[in-house]
T-cell receptor, first 115, second 111 residues
Framework: DADVTQTPRNRITKTGKRIMLECSQTKGHDRMYWYRQDPGLGLQLIYYSFDVKDINKGEISDGYSVSRQAQAKFSLSLESAIPNQTALYFC??????????????FGPGTRLTVL | QKEVEQDPGPLSVPEGAIVSLNCTYSNSAFQYFMWYRQYSRKGPELLMYTYSSGNKEDGRFTAQVDKSSKYISLFIRDSQPSDSATYLCAMSLEGTYKYIFGTGTRLKVLA
């Protein structure tokens, strides 16, 4: 079984709809991240969480919100989806116990299309 | 100017060739350098991770960091069609969570 799972893997929705993307991990890591990937722009950090009670905005948090329900679960919500939020979304995890390396491990991604 | 620059490719090579993938960066304080491989419709997979300068080898893959030139490289020896993917470089500062990613280079290895 995959260490980092994301659901759904694909989603098509309409402008104005509320969408939730979910991420679960079995790696036992305390840190979790949400990124989006757009062609030509690379990976951009949306939100990150160092533990259940520590949630922080990344570079491009406008229009997004998150919830860390447990150490193993981190959800990303689009409150009112718009077409320019069409992208690939990735969840990642890392372990603060590895010291300063903070090596990040990624899930398989969710392809979101907003019409 | 972006903090990390990476040629998007595509780079096409014949099977068995030596592949060189590169990134340049502007922040001399970066200490951690990563290479990720991303197959189509999959998440990035960590290939190599290097701290500070020098070389690191793992099988057919060698990662090099030249901090004086702010330049990192990934070499793939005896390239295989299964190496066809997008390769992303990433960098971070000592003790921080934040990764700065390159945009990725798309590699095609032709059988």
């Amino acid at each position: 079984d995959a260490d980092v799972t994301q659901t759904p893997r694909n989603r098509i929705t309409k402008t104005g709809k509320r969408i939730m993307l979910e991420c679960s991990q079995t790696k036992g890591h305390d840190r979790m991240y949400w990124y989006r990937q757009d062609p030509g722009l690379g990976l951009q950090l949306i939100y990150y969480s160092f533990d259940v009670k520590d949630i922080n905005k990344g570079e491009i948090s406008d229009g997004y919100s998150v919830s860390r329900q447990a150490q193993a679960k981190f959800s990303l919500s689009l409150e009112s989806a718009i077409p320019n939020q069409t992208a690939l979304y990735f969840c990642a995890t890392s372990d603060s116990g590895t010291g300063t390396s903070n090596t990040q491990y990624f899930g398989p991604g969710t392809r979101l299309t907003v019409l | 100017q972006k903090e990390v620059e990476q040629d998007p490719g595509p780079l096409s090579v014949p099977e068995g060739a030596i592949v060189s993938l590169n990134c340049t960066y502007s922040n001399s304080a970066f200490q951690y350098f990563m290479w990720y491989r991303q197959y189509s419709r999959k998440g990035p997979e960590l290939l190599m991770y290097t701290y500070s300068s020098g070389n690191k080898e793992d099988g057919r893959f060698t990662a090099q960091v030249d901090k004086s030139s702010k330049y990192i490289s990934l070499f793939i020896r005896d390239s295989q069609p299964s190496d066809s993917a997008t390769y992303l470089c990433a960098m971070s500062l000592e003790g921080t969570y934040k990764y700065i990613f390159g945009t990725g280079t798309r590699l095609k290895v032709l059988a």
